[in-house]
């Protein structure tokens, strides 16, 4: 299980919780298990999103692994100019 | 209503062009004798990419109508070598990474050969003022003034 | 890829400052840009643009115009067919108006004619019949339940309700107990701020030429920070397969994020499609300005609590951003990096975005963390006056360092806020004497950086040269220190590697150069290319001598026997393996395909004395000094040039640069004489003070270094202003009337 840290303004759809757990072990199994458990997520996911492993940050990469005491940011997705 | 017949020089070759009553010096350097490296960054003479020089004197070619090139001299960014070597000034330009984007560096480095060719010894303050025609969006002017400074020291010595 | 540290570099191109390969093409005038290409049978394409701020588009009468001798294509949004995405339909409607002309500016029809003269006579015989609708262009009047809707049904789920449908997404980040923090502190203060947009203001406006075969094959020539962007696109609105889309980036006079999108692209494509000719069409500068995309205008509330000592123990920030007649998405980069440079144990922030009748905004450098920094910063420098305390060594007090919960969520891994805090005291401007009406400001700043998706074919010629082909415009130098780091990495000669900016059919995709990627990400896939083409080489030098390939080794720019065991044979170079490359397997390469991650964080400082003139309101910038962590320069002129155009650009948002909108709507500066952006005689030498504190996530441990530079200068600026002129400004731009008037308040 891993922990997922959930911004502010997305925590109507996890009962308020800013971190939750999931059974995952790529970032595209966590994703996916967050808008089953928590519908409310998806659309935000859907959109785009990033996460911060261990403090890096991740734009696209379905399969880069996370261990189970892996620090996990949601994001938003990433833009520059 | 028919086009003007004009005829002038243009980094000492003579050309002859017809142009619209309206059309400007910039319009026919570029569209008519493939010498693009004047830039329309504005065509209101606030940004300085479209200098050339007339008869030796600093002007933004977009404010000049391409009739009243008729009989002058005009230089441009592509007169400013000689051939393969390049004017200290270009040279200087590229030691100094006194360029990023590129685009308003043909317009700076006509302004700034004017500037030599009337004041070979300026102050860094003349020479920030003289190029304050010229907009730089991408190096802040530092470097550009660098190299016009040490290009000008060095053509002293010479 | 990793930080190579397993032989403790140390390198012997990188971190030189040789001629970039490029520059005598640009001090000649022979590099061509946008708008220098031409094409045979090429007609003249203009767009219509409306001149109402808000109006719903009766009809678009193009009778007249069609008829017109010269006039070969004319096409509307009616010409398109609707695309599957919102993100792409928006980009389409951007370019020409769907029912609703949504700003000033906004296109509305385009023609396609065989002279300049002719086209401009055929705009002016469109007939478009509008209902004006009341407009709306302030951020804050543009949220209330009144205002009118500039697109409805647009606003995402998490929109708290009660505010106006153009309030479009809402943000929250943040930790720890604020109620708590703020009893804690000794001062607190609140502060409301605002900034006005600006735009990126590069000296080149958007220039295409396109071709559209009537069997469906396109090829585009376009000034743009992303060729792969610009083809999948258009291929997207013309309903075309990517690979029949070429699309070649011209050498591009500016970008700054500015051209990460594209205006008027597809209309090209359809006038070309439509007439069977090739369409070119170059905007003017008043276009540029009023249809592109400036940045955003901010409004935002801050409020900060402080011990005596300097210790920040809460810290709340409310971030409302205007972004156009389209959905944007910058309050969240806004809203997480405001307090990033900060360990704090409490801290929130909350971000709305918000639709207005204004052009549609596109990123500049580092999109929504100036304004934001801006505002924290301001308050922080604010209550080190009232408190007597040293701004820097505030700064250095609560500093955000290794294993610090950021204020936007992740704990952060080894960053240079600290060493560049360090330099900025340890420096000479730090403790130089100011004199009467004279200021000193400081301000911190950070961006995120990213890798992204990236493509590189290295080849080695016969005669033992390189050529690097990547897929990145070069916007700021970056073909020099790519083709530093092949010739790091391959052991040869900086002059022996050739690197180029290949079409969109050349390599597969690569990412916008934007995110300060191209050094970080395109440097990454070059060297893992050159480690390739090392491994083939070592191969056949290996068959060559009749030995196991693992028994050979690369050093120097030469194959070599790893040791006397493997056998005694003088070194093979590059040049001599490639000499033989078609007689011992054909000829060779490396390349790499794949997503860089790991880029990285960047923060860095900036100091400026300033003084203002206190008759005039006007300021003058004195001394100018910017410490910034770049992980290891490659070219250091290069990121001392983005340090110093990045500043200066600040500066100009600071004290000049905003766009003016009347009662009208409609926008009264589209032009470099009244959007004032600084010049040469506005300035002093910018110092730029380099840091390197390796990434450990690239070969060499580079960082990107491109947009940091814009963030600190806003708060920087004002600091020192409002110091220098005894009284706290609290609005951008801060032009001479405007600190008039606030020094004249002040004395009453």
Redesign the interface.
Known sequence: MVKVTIWGSLQAATDGRGEVEVDAKTTRELLTQLSQIYPGLKPQIERGVSLAIDGEIYRDAWFTPIKPDSEVILMPYMQGG | MSRLHVNTRVNGDSVDFLC?PEETLL?VL??QMD??????????G??G?CSVTLNGRLVCSCLVLAAEAEGQEIG???G??DGET?HPL?QR?????A????????GI?IAAKALLEKNPNPSE?E???W????????????????AVMDTAAEMAEA | MALDDSNKRDFKIVGTRPLRPDGVDKVTGRALYGADLSAPGMLVGKILRSPHAHARIRSIDTSAARALDGVKAVVTAEDFDPVGDDFTQDILDNCLARGKALYDGHGVAAIAATSEKVARLALKLIVVDYEILPHVTDVDAAMRPDAPVVLSGRAQENVPAGLSENVTSYFEFGHGDLEAGFAKADKIIERSFKTAATHQGYIEPHACLATMAADGRAELWCCTQGPYMVRDVCAAIMGLDSSQMRVTSSEIGGGFGGKTTVFIEPVALALSHKSGRPVKIVMSREEVFRATGPTVSSSTDVKIGMTADGRITAGQAHLRYQGGAFPCGTVEFGAQSAFAPYDLDAVRTLGWNVLTNRPKEAAYRAPGAPMAIYAVESVVDELCQILSLDPLDVRMKNAAKKGTLSSYGPTFNEIGLMATLEAAKAHPHYSAPLGPNQGRGLSCGFWFNFGGNTCVSLNVNTDGTVGVTEGNPDIGGSRASIGMMAAEELGIAYDKIRTIVADTSSLGHNDVTDGSRVTFSVGLATIDAARGAIREMCGRAARIWGIDADAVVWKDGAAMPSGANAGEFPPMTLAEIAASSHSTGGPIAGHHEGTADGAGVSFGVHLVDVETDMETGAVKVLRYSIFQDAGKAVHPSYVEGQMQGGAVQGIGWALNEEYIYGEDGRLQNAGFLDYRVPVASDLPMIEPVILEIPNPGHPYGVRGVGETPIVPPLAAISNAVSRSAGVRLAELPMSPPKVLKAIKAAKA
Request: net charge negative; aromatic share 6%; glycine share 10%.
């Open positions: 619209e319009d570029r569209n010498l693009t490296g004047a830039k329309e960054g504005c065509g209101t606030d940004c990419a441009t960014i592509e400013m070598a390049l270009q330009f590229l030691d100094h990474a360029l990023q984007c590129g685009i308003c560096t043909p480095l303050t020479v920030r003022y190029l304050a025609g010229n907009l730089c969006r991408c190096t802040g002017y530092d470097k550009i003034i660098r």
